[in-house]
């Protein structure tokens, strides 16, 4: 017997009793659970209560690649208010809570993502079997868009494995593979993909298992006392990372807690209020227009035109940045790379980069000794220019010198054929001059990659006037197989992130020298939501680094990206930063975390530095957030980057603008154009022409114009 509702969800029952429910969202690769999947759901659990004779169910997927990748986020965005987005979360519960009283034994067979509302469905389950398959992935990502699990997650996981492993579940939105899933106890089993189904119809042959007893040691054992101390060491650390700026982590912790000390009853309700309260905030909605963006990127090719076929890949360079690009390349992407180095041990440090990261996820058991074997077996090196002669892409991340890289365009044009692009992973020069040196201007290209690369999502795409359309797209799609979010971006001085990252950083040291202390800097901007402080980031980039693209802005863009005259000083006291140990900060590597990094008090005297603190963390900063709100603004108004969508994902992916605040662009629209003008001219008033609100910002204040019409 077969029932069709809705088309994806199709109930079988087999002769031997056993039922099979069927997902299968037509017309879309990934299953998502949608509102208006409510009705259908419903009829087929009318179906299942009303049938006797059925022994089993089985809940499985109809897609060759994923369980179901959580729920659709779309349907959130016609919310009008927190109580329409608690009776979306209401109804998740309801139909997940019949289907866990069915009174036969329930089984989820997963494979593939089984994410949020997803891994929600397979809780309500009695047992969950999942595949061994490397894509497998089990979750409850929810916090990362700002939201609590709304279908019964917050209450039915910490009773399967725990109070703590759920917290950090939930409260970090990590995805477990099936291994480290079934030794924590969300799934029961580990199969093969070949016996998956069958694993699972043997499984719902059996008696429903009895209900774990986690949570009645949770409420037995101990005392309220020792019960608050796990919620309370689990906010210190949440808060520890989100600075108060992510009201889901507080409010995941309040939800479990009262689910366990009131009954289950009650920690739903409380679940599906906080969940509608969480879907109206600022945050939230900023995290969604962050995740919509990225999904809309995905099919883009960055130009009109169809990439070219890619099958093996070349790098110039084996130091660290060439090492990485490598890296990516062959373990993400997949692809036969071949690096060339004027000397061994650049192939060696190439060679052990990639083996140091693969080793790692080995000894994770992430992947096999034979995996990793056979990902080393791709990737080659020489000091010879030949052994790059059949790439199809020769990507170069050699020194900062122009003549240089002329001579690595020409040399590389001798030798590969005329269809081969030639990128170029220079940080600060223009494209178009590099493209100088070229008989085929039209493949060449900047791939701007940021460190270290296996770990920075961004990757800025730099044609000049003469790329073709062809070669965009075509390495638009190489750096999305290694694993990155491209933007294409205009070829000016800096490109974008750099551009906009300069005068931040700038006026950040601009504070320092007025006398505020280098701690105080830090704090301001991690409590504004930025990952590391403006003064550690110097470090870690490297102040010889800053001292190297520092003129060439200025040069290029004007006054205002002057940096302030610290850099000599600093370089000449051998102080690089972490690279050398030292720099505004002293580095220890025998220590780990922040025990082995402790700020160096000599550089107040070094730079004559008379501390005087006058500034709050609030004025830190709005003092330097404003400085790249303004240059983000003139970017977009000069072409730099092509919309304020590509500009708040370079900002956000590129040097970790806070993603609860949506990017510069939304953050503007959130605080009004009008005010951020304001505030430019007072700044402007107090500390000088650098802070004037650029002609776009005052035309939209005038005009009362938003970057994002269409949000309003």
Not at 93 to 117: D, Y
Not at 157 to 179: C, E, F, H, S, Y
Not at 404 to 409: A, I
């Amino acid at each position: 017997m077969t029932t069709d509702n809705t088309q994806a969800f199709t109930l079988t029952i087999a002769d031997n009793h056993i039922a099979w429910l069927t997902i299968d969202v037509p017309g879309e690769s990934m299953n998502t659970l949608q509102a208006s999947f409510v009705e259908g759901v419903s009829a087929v659990l009318d179906q299942l209560e009303g049938n006797q004779s059925i022994e089993g169910l089985v809940i499985h997927s109809g897609k060759p690649d994923n369980f179901v990748a959580g729920a659709d986020v779309r349907m959130l965005e016609a919310c009008e208010s927190a109580e329409q987005a608690s009776e979306i979360a209401g109804q998740g519960q309801a139909l997940f809570s019949r289907i866990e009283k069915l009174p036969f034994h329930v089984v989820a067979a997963i494979h593939g993502p089984c994410l949020g509302g997803g891994l929600e469905l397979a809780l309500a389950c009695h047992s969950r079997v999942a595949t061994d398959w490397d894509k497998t992935r089990l979750g409850l990502p929810e916090v990362q868009l700002g939201l609590l699990p709304g279908s019964g997650g917050t209450q039915r996981l910490p009773r399967l494995i725990g109070v703590p492993d759920a917290l950090d579940m939930m409260l970090t939105g990590k995805q477990l593979r099936a291994k480290k899933a079934k030794k924590l106890g969300v799934i029961d089993d580990c199969v093969p993909n070949t016996v998956l189904l069958d694993v699972a119809e043997a499984l719902a042959q059996k008696s429903k298992p009895k209900r774990s007893r986690t949570w009645q040691s949770w409420m037995l054992s101990g005392n309220s006392v020792g019960r608050n101390l796990v919620f309370d060491q689990a906010g210190k650390k949440a808060r520890a990372k989100t600075r108060g700026n992510y009201p889901a982590a507080d409010a995941i912790l309040a939800v479990v807690k009262k689910g366990l000390d009131k009954g289950l009853k009650t920690g739903f309700a409380e679940e599906a209020r906080q969940f509608g309260e969480l879907v109206m905030t600022p945050e939230s909605k900023s995290l969604r227009s962050l995740f919509f963006a990225t999904t809309a990127m995905k099919k883009e090719n960055g130009a009109d035109a169809e990439p070219g076929q890619v099958e093996r890949v070349g790098v110039l360079g084996g130091g660290l940045m060439g090492a990485g690009i490598a890296h990516v390349s062959v373990a993400k992407a997949g692809y036969p790379v071949r690096v060339k180095d004027v000397s061994e041990d650049g192939i060696l440090n190439a060679l052990r980069y990639s083996y140091a990261l693969l080793n790692k996820k080995r000894k994770r058991k992430q992947i096999s000794k034979a995996e990793l074997q056979a990902t080393m077996m791709q990737l080659s090196g020489d000091t010879q220019a030949t052994t790059l002669s059949n790439a199809d892409v020769v990507v170069e991340a050699v020194f900062e010198d122009l003549s240089l890289k002329h001579r690595m365009v020409q040399e590389m044009e001798s030798i590969t054929s005329k269809d081969a692009i030639f990128a170029t992973n220079t940080s600060s020069l223009p494209i178009h001059q590099i493209a100088e040196g070229s008989q085929r201007p039209e493949k060449v290209v900047g791939l701007h990659y940021f460190s270290p690369v296996e770990k920075m999502p961004l990757v800025e795409v730099i044609p000049h006037q003469g790329t073709s359309d062809k070669t965009i797209s075509t390495v638009v799609e190489l750096a999305r197989k290694q694993g990155k979010t491209p933007i294409v971006v205009g070829d000016s001085a800096g490109f974008y992130v750099n551009r906009i990252l300069a005068p931040y950083m700038n006026e950040a040291a601009r504070v320092l020298l007025a006398g505020e202390t280098i701690e105080h800097i830090d704090n301001a901007l991690l409590d504004f939501g930025f990952p590391v402080g403006p003064i550690t980031l110097l470090d870690e980039v490297g102040i010889d680094i800053g001292a190297k693209i520092a003129p060439i802005l200025t040069q290029e863009l004007g006054k205002r990206f002057e940096a302030p005259d610290v850099f000599d000083v600093l370089l000449n006291d051998d102080r690089k930063g972490r690279k050398t140990g030292k720099g505004f900060y002293r580095y220890d590597a025998s220590k780990k975390g922040s025990k082995g990094k402790q700020v160096d008090k000599k550089i107040y005297s070094l730079l004559n530095i008379k501390l005087n603190a006058s500034l709050s963390g609030h004025e830190v900063a709005q003092r330097c957030a404003l400085m790249m709100l303004n240059e983000a603004a003139r970017c977009l108004d000069e072409g730099v980057i092509r919309s304020a969508r590509d500009g708040d994902i370079g900002a956000i992916f590129g040097i970790g603008f806070p993603p609860f605040l949506g990017g510069p662009f939304r953050y503007m629209d959130h605080i009004g154009i009008e005010r951020v003008v304001s505030l430019l001219q007072a700044h402007q008033n107090r500390y000088g022409e650098r802070f004037a609100p650029c002609e776009r910002l005052l035309a939209m204040a005038k005009e009362g114009d938003v970057f994002y019409p269409d949000t309003e």
